[in-house]
């Protein structure tokens, strides 16, 4: 297993390598393209299926009157709100079964 992570930098340069008629410039903008397409979607309340990949949605999560601030220790009340969730296909979960941490 590889260790660290893969940036968008990165992505672009692989992306660029293994097709080098487009330019990085044009694999930026579709990059980003994509990125906002799922933001606003997700904002919108859509679930986004990307096959071979997988599914993400906004899922409810119930706020907490006692709550506590991690960095200072301070008692806070949390209100209901969304939480951004992914859940891998069957082809990726196949993919990364066998991986050990």
Known sequence: MANGKLTKAEIIENIHSMEPTISRGDIHTVIDMLFDELKDGLADGKIIELRGLGTF???????KDHARNPK???????????????RPGKELQEMVWGMKG
């Open 57 to 63: 949605e906004v899922r409810s999560r119930k706020g």
């Open 72 to 86: 200072t220790g301070e008692k806070v009340s949390v209100e209901d709100h969304g939480v951004a969730f992914f």
